[in-house]
């Protein structure tokens, strides 16, 4: 792989990295995430600094499937909050 190829791959890795130290820090989309989230325990147990090296130590399949995981629980939120506003929305009419 030539100097560019492996600095694209080292700056795709690095951006996967500051993904994950993002999700652990906070979910995105609920204050409350999913029992089975798996950055619930570290997000509650570890300090700032704990986190941050939990993500850049990952190996890459990690981060891959971490945000696998994230991405599917993602659009299940999203499909319940589309849900909700419908049943809001119909509600509304009755």
Known sequence: MSTDG???L???QHDLRIFIFSLVVACP????PREDCPFSKIRE???LEEKYHYAENLFPYEAVELIEY???CYERQIMAIKAAARCVRQSAKI
């Open 10 to 12: 080292q700056n795709q």
């Open 6 to 8: 492996n600095s694209i």
């Open 29 to 32: 989309i609920n204050r409350n």
């Open 70 to 72: 994230h991405n599917k």
């Open 45 to 47: 147990d570890c300090s």
